[in-house]
């Protein structure tokens, strides 16, 4: 897999973004695009599009391979994902890493700079802190951190 790999994402698979970030991928998720957008977002910043529209990947930069179009079959999350992992190599090795909101890389945190930001709960049980330096979210490796992991695990079996 190239770990280098970016993405810019079509609103018409707008939830992907999301788990492409959490698998720790550079995701650019533009909140309106057209396609003349999106294709010149993915050539000037040399990114994958993922998109469900076959228009895109039958325009000239597509086809003569100036761009990569990932052009997703189904409609339901998961298969999307397993789609993605099995055709592009992608996996989970960078996880966790950027923010799942605005997509900035996360730095991770001492307990003490983040306490009186955290829930009781949490500042009793955990250890680690990451933060996003842009919307100033901090994730910790709680309940949903894992839930998703579980389920990116079970993409990842149905892939191979």
Known sequence: MDTELRFVVDMNVGRLAKWLRVMGYDTFFPKESGDNQLVRIALSEDRVLVTRDAGIAQRRAARIGQMTVALI????????????????????????SRCVLCNEPLRPLAKGDVAERLPPYVLLTQTKFLECQVCCRV????????NMMSE???????AL
């Open 152 to 158: 990116l695990s079970q993409v990842y079996q149905e």
């Open 73 to 96: 079959e189904k409609d339901d999350l998961r298969s999307q994902l397993s789609q993605l992992v099995r055709d592009l190599g992608l996996n989970l090795f960078g996880g966790f």
């Open 139 to 146: 994730y910790w490796p709680g309940t949903h951190w894992t």
